[in-house]
């Protein structure tokens, strides 16, 4: 057993720290979380040094590393900001499908105009009648001659409105169970028929794109259909234990980085002739937070070692992301409540870090699913 970063590690740990530090400024954190605007300038730039295509391999391009390596990146990123974290890590979103289950051309095609043309990509599996129970998706995607035919509406996807290409979940035939007969088909976002629109008004993570998608007719070759038809639901579950770790991460770096605002602010601001942190109960609560803080990170990294030796435990990448996202919302909250009413105001960084970390406990699987899985594995079906 062996906790120390490699020299690669540490590096790629420390060259994203330095990146997010120097390019996600107080201004454009602001500027972009008070207008909802995707920066795609930043995405751009996060690109060109590699940290959004840290998984893709290297002979398409990308950097070729492992998911341990992609959450320490993703970390830093959202340690600082997790909006603009998010714009720029989550321009890749999905094409982990395509590196699990597509063919050579696919990957040649799809990861390559990611790597190289700055394409970005999204994954739709959700639909306004379909969350949690994403199994009973009602998107259709049928068989027409030597075309496939897509019809459906998707909601809440991440870069809808900005994707070059998104990853669909739709119904291909009725199997004997719900969650057969679904496949995924990869749509690009200037086909006929595609139509997105910005969701406006979220509560955090604002400089993220997020989109209903309304897929009218859409019209597409065999080549686009990913894997074997009837799949999709299969494909999706072990798509979410390789994503469910880096999201776990996200709610570490959130949780970091509200700890140490709470650290700076207590060490100066004096109520009864004294800092507030030197009251025992700030004392002791910090230190409960940071202990939380090294218990997920620990996690997380078991999580995403597991899926970088090709072995993803479920269980884990979804105790990671529970327990992470649990976290974010507990130092959140806590980092608000020191610094009183300054807390509660957009002039101090607190209440951004409050409003973006509810959503680790939301998307990728509310956590009351992450509860279902673990429970799934330690007691069986009952
Ligand atoms: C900012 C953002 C970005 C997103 N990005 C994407 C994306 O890129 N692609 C994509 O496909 N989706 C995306 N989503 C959708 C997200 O994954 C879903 O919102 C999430 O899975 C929950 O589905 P739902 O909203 O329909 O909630 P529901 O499924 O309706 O759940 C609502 C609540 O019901 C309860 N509940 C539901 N099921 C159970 C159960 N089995 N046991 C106990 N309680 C339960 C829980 O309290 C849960 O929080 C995104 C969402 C947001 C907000």
Redesign the pocket.
Same mark, same amino acid.
Request: proline share 0%; net charge neutral.
């Given at each position: 057993m062996d906790f120390k970063l490699n020299e690669d590690q540490e590096d790629i740990k420390k060259a994203a720290r330095e990146f997010a530090e120097r390019e996600f400024t107080r201004e454009l954190i602001e500027e972009c979380d008070r207008e909802e605007k995707y920066p795609m300038e930043l995405v751009k730039k996060a690109r060109k040094l590699g940290f959004s295509t840290i998984k893709i391999p290297e002979e398409y391009g990308g950097m070729g590393m492992s998911l341990v390596e992609e959450c320490l990146v993703t970390e830093e990123f959202y340690r600082v900001s997790a909006g603009l974290g998010n714009a720029c890590l989550s321009s890749s979103?999905g094409t982990e499908l395509i590196i699990l289950f597509g063919n050579e051309e696919q990957k040649e095609k799809y990861l390559r105009w990611v790597t190289e043309k700055n394409g970005i990509s999204?994954?739709? $599996?959700?639909e306004p009648e379909?969350? $949690?129970?994403?199994a009973s998706v009602k998107t259709k995607i049928v068989k027409d001659g030597d075309e496939w035919v897509v019809n459906g509406v998707?909601?809440? =996807?991440?870069?809808g409105s900005v994707c070059d290409f998104v990853l669909v979940l739709g119904r291909t035939f009725e199997g004997k169970k719900k969650h057969e007969g679904l496949t995924f088909a990869i749509v690009e976002s200037k086909s006929k028929g595609f139509k997105a629109t910005k969701i406006k008004n979220?509560l955090g993570?604002r400089a993220?794109d997020?989109a209903e998608i309304v897929l009218k007719d859409v019209r597409i070759g065999e080549e686009n259909i990913l894997g074997e038809p009837g799949k999709g639901f299969y494909q999706l579950m072990e798509f979410f234990n390789h994503t469910r770790p880096r999201v776990a991460a996200q709610g570490v770096g959130i949780a970091q980085g509200a700890l140490e605002l709470a650290i700076n602010y207590v060490k100066q601001r004096k109520q009864f002739d004294q800092p507030i942190g030197a009251f025992q109960h700030t004392q002791f609560k910090l230190a409960e937070i940071a202990t939380r803080i090294q218990a997920a990170r620990l996690l997380t990294w078991q999580a995403a070692w597991y899926c970088s030796i090709g072995k993803p435990r479920p269980e884990l990448s979804s105790m990671a992301k529970w327990f992470a996202g649990e976290t974010a919302v507990i130092a959140a909250d806590w980092c608000v409540q020191f610094h009183g009413g300054y807390g509660y105001i957009g002039e101090y960084p607190a209440e951004r870090y409050y409003r973006d970390a509810k =959503?680790i406990e =939301?998307?990728?699987?509310?956590?009351?699913?992450q509860k279902?899985i673990i429970s799934r594995q330690i007691l069986g079906r009952l």
């Open positions: 979103f999204a994954m739709a $599996s959700t379909a969350g $949690s129970d994403v998707k909601t809440f =996807i991440t870069n979220k993570l993220s997020t =959503i =939301i998307y990728e699987g509310v956590k009351e699913i279902q």
